[in-house]
């Protein structure tokens, strides 16, 4: 079959599926694209002869669309692939040059999160013979890098394309690592241009149906007999449920453990909504911006099961949370890399299949039910600490706790909240009331500002029948607004909830307990007198720009204003900005938790200073847990 290299690649990805649990779907919704000299006579050719012709005469198809930022895009499809449980995503194609440089944020979020893309960045001529070509780095150590090298460090699997030969081969690695739950993450084919367009005589069988089976792995059972037997002999044992627990979908297996032993889970920022807020047993967020729950039941925790957690910071509070002197880990993960994590008894295997297993070999075991009592009360005390946030009457302007609240109230078990960065994954770690395991969407693996009206499209596209919350603060807003644009053109509705505080307010608040006193945090005039940024209000109008991108937008400025917005904005069909200014200084519950941020060790200023000695003596209560 004689094709080109990037028709051949279109073909190929169109007849990609997996398969888990007895269910099959395409592993590529479809292609995500920017058209520019580096990838339009090849990939946008062989997109565009892929659908003229009926889906690659014969194949599957690979439905294009248009972005408007190349990082947004692969932004857009790790939201899909997240709700999709990792089992379906999207291709990413670019150009060479800055259109390639744009994705290698969102490569690194992706691997970071453990999410499948497929990055198809053009690049430079492979045969050389125009070079240096437009946008092409030039080297003088070698010919042979490009700035798509830039991609092998944040993604699992990395291949440039030089000769046809070599296309198939690097497919079938490629399909690999996207379907393995335990090495997934971005992966990148980098594509000289030239060789993109260059025909070739391919096999046949390069593109029959494949199905890539995505198994359950079971636990090794000595492996199995230690980990009951540590979880078996705790006291005070605790689960922490992560972002596997949702992707191996397990939920279910996490409850019938959870009644079955009766110990208390908390979730990490990944894993919220692996069990409802208001079950018996559930707990709360864990560690830096965790529920004081939550964090109480750590400190004293004995044995800690991890289910599909790779214990970042925020979860372990920079390793503070747990400070029994004997405590050990069980870490049930499909990767070994983060089941040995805190010298762990590791139980590799799939979170539901581990699940299950432990249930069985722990069958008849039940924690002391004065345990569970305390973990029922501590719960129920974080509840009336939540319904304060959420109801504090903060005037003049709303606190932040009150808008997270009223969208709390007034959206539905199946809708979805998207958000990633700045103050807002915080207070919703600690304050959301999750009720489905894809309703809480917060990215805080990368944590990347302007995250979250991309994933929230690529969210919507994953669930049309779900309502997509984008919760967006200035900040984030002002360094990636640009996907409205393409939710507008797709006929794909999102509510978008933009907190206005006038500056970076999650910083702000972080520089103060460093000894910062948030400097270049806040967007004002500069100061003629002062020569700071500490002026007057900018001018911005946010509200504004979102019109100018075709949105409707809605202005609130009280919480019942916002209550109104919301509920109007929800009961439309067009993609629509509810804007509401809060107060930065409004007060926030304490988690009880710490979070590692080295402060000067000296100064000549006194608020430094202090602030270095309270750093010390947090910092005494780390622990290595070796």
Known sequence: MRLTV?????????????????????????????????????????????????????????????????????????????????????????????????????????????????????????????????????????????????FRPVS????????????????????????????????????????????????????????????????EPAALARAAEALRSARRPLI?????????????????????T???????????????????????GLGATGSAAANALAREADVVLGVGTRYSDFTTASRTAFQDPGVRFVNLNITSFDAVKHASIPLVADARAGLDALTEALRG?????????????????????????????????????????????????????????????????MLWRARDPKQYHVEYGYSCMGYEIAGGLGAKMADPSREVFVLVGDGSYLMMATEIVTAIAEHLKLTIVLVQNHGFASIGALSETVGADRFGTAYRYRNAETG????????????????????????????????AALRRAKASERTTVVHVETDPLAPVPSSEGWWDVPVAEVSALDHTRKARADYQAAKSAQRPYL
């Open 6 to 150: 990037a028709q051949a690649i279109v073909r190929f990805l169109g007849r990609q599926w997996t398969e888990r649990d007895g269910e099959e779907q395409r592993l590529f919704a479809g292609c995500f694209g920017i058209f520019g000299h580096g990838n339009v006579a090849g990939l946008g050719q062989a997109l565009l002869e892929a659908h003229e012709t009926g889906g690659a005469a014969g194949g599957d198809g690979l439905p294009y669309y248009m972005a408007r930022n190349e990082q947004a895009m692969v932004h857009a499809s790790v939201g899909y692939a997240r709700m999709k449980d990792r089992l379906q995503t999207f291709a990413c194609t670019s150009s060479i040059g800055p259109g390639a440089t744009n994705m290698v944020t969102g490569a690194a979020l992706a691997t970071i999160n453990r999410i499948p893309v497929l990055l198809l960045p053009g690049d430079i001529f492979a045969t050389r013979v125009a070079g240096p070509v437009l946008q092409e780095l030039e080297d003088p150590r070698s010919y042979d890098v490009s700035v798509n090298d830039a």
């Open 262 to 284: 009766g110990i208390p889970v908390a979730d990490t920022q990944a894993g919220k909504g692996a069990l409802d807020w208001d079950h018996p047993c559930a707990v709360g």
């Open 156 to 219: 699992r699997f990395f291949d440039r394309i030089n000769r046809p030969e070599q296309l198939p081969s690097a497919l079938l690695a490629a399909m690999r690592v996207l379907t393995d739950a335990a090495e997934t993450g971005a992966v990148t084919l980098a594509l000289p241009q030239d060789v993109q367009a260059e025909a070739f005589d391919w096999p046949d069988e390069l593109f029959r149906r494949r199905v890539w089976h995505v198994p359950r792995p079971v636990p």
């Open 240 to 260: 922490v449920a992560g972002g596997g627990a949702i992707y191996s979908r397990a939920t279910g297996a996490l409850r019938r453990f959870a009644e079955a």
């Open 532 to 563: 700071l940024l500490d002026g007057g209000i900018l001018p911005v109008d946010l509200a504004a720009n979102a019109a100018s991108l075709g949105a409707e937008v809605l202005h609130a400025g009280t919480v019942e204003e916002f209550r």
């Open 365 to 429: 075991h039940r924690v002391d039910e004065a345990y569970t009592a305390r973990a029922r009360e501590l719960a129920a005390g974080w509840a009336r600490v939540v319904d304060g946030a959420y109801h504090l009457g903060h005037t003049p302007l709303p606190a932040q706790t009150e808008i997270l609240g009223v969208l709390n109230e007034e959206s539905g078990a199946r809708d979805v909240v998207v958000q990633a960065a700045g103050s807002m994954p915080g207070d919703l770690q």
